[in-house]
């Protein structure tokens, strides 16, 4: 069956993620140790044990989700090797675009993680030097969310950062432009409106010092052509130059995450007959329920 693996982005990290698979899975406890040189820190304890709002800053979370999506990966090649024997796309949501590169042969572990780290560290910094977020608005279409953007912006930055699924987009911008959008939203009766727990503007200019810092880091990167077709973020299409994917990979940061699109693409242009979602949480499985609902998409997780 022709599959593509799909893999989380930042937010689907919970305290815990991690530990079973590092106890009953060798390869993925080498990754840890693995992980720990690169990082300077015990990453398995952090994800193990947390506290919670360490875990979650953004510096942390995303080598986490990144370690952890690749130990399931390894847990999923010792019980049914035939899923990565059949995978011939892959797809990750933002952050989780390095795990699908790794996994995918384009960037080896080291290369991937050291990426990420900067990435964390990059839009942290961003986030610290600008007060901003992200809203989730759900049940409205995107022609009536970019219109209320237009009406909250007042010359801020506001912008769709997230066309996750029917109904599903994210906004980002300054704490104002947020505020006024989430009001606006809720009076135009979308369903639910819901300020996020980020720590800034994801996908939006606010990034622009994150795409510098990163721009270097990444020039830097050895990538290669992957061997199965990585769908990117930015435009939703598959890439094989190297150069390519370090432009897109930076321009990511301050572009939107175009995902319901990738997910449309996967199924009718590349002839995916199931998805399997590897890494913490099911964010991915429900999102891609939401756009065709008899899709199948299964779970390993972290």
Known sequence: MKTALLFPGQGAQTVGMGASLAESVPAAKELFARANEILGYD???????????RLDATEHS????????LAALEKLRLEQPAILEGAAATAGLSLGEYTALVFAGAMDFETGLRLVRERGLAMQAASDAAPSGMVSILGLDREQVERLCDEARQGEVLQVANLLCPGNIVVSGTK????????????AGAMKVIPLSVAGAFHTPIMQPAYDRLSAAVAQAAIRPPRIAVLSNVDAEVHTDPDEIRQLLVRQLVS???????????????????????????????LLKRIDRKFPCENVTA
């Open 43 to 53: 990453l398995l304890k952090l994800c193990a044990a947390g506290p919670a709002e």
């Open 62 to 69: 995303q080598p986490a989700l990144f370690v952890c999506s």
């Open 256 to 286: 939107p995450v175009l995902w319901e699109e990738t997910m449309r693409r996967l199924i009718t242009r590349h002839g995916i007959e199931r998805c399997v979602e590897v890494g913490p949480g099911r964010v991915l499985a429900g």
């Open 176 to 187: 104002g432009a947020c505020t006024r959008v989430k009001d606006l939203a809720e009076a």
